[in-house]
């Protein structure tokens, strides 16, 4: 039997639910421990694979300290989660995979620090010149 692959918005709750626990610094098993579970279902969160129910995603929010609509935003064809009226796209979901890595996070919270608004110019003209685009 072929394993079925995760759905769309599972997988991106599960992706923001990864990138604030790293932004907090919190670890898959403090999370665990927090909602009397093992750090692998947190895995599985995180990767879409299971799905988290409405009471736990609440208790998520509660612990990771952001409304549950943070988890939803940017997700893939959800016009329902945008306020009416408003016809602006959602954010690129590679922005949010982006975050919810590692290296993406510490580069993210580094260039923060750079206060040189010339300088950050600086080093966005570098990386688009090494990745070999130059798009704004």
Known sequence: MA???PNPIDRHVGSRVRMRRMMLGMSQEKLGDAL?????QVQKYEKGTNRIGASRLQHISNILQVPVAFFFEGAPNSPAMRPSGMGEAASPTYVSDFLATSDGLSLTKAFMRIESPKLRRRIVDLVEQIAGSNEE
């Open 36 to 40: 009397g579970l093992t750090f692998q």
């Open 3 to 5: 394993k079925k692959a």
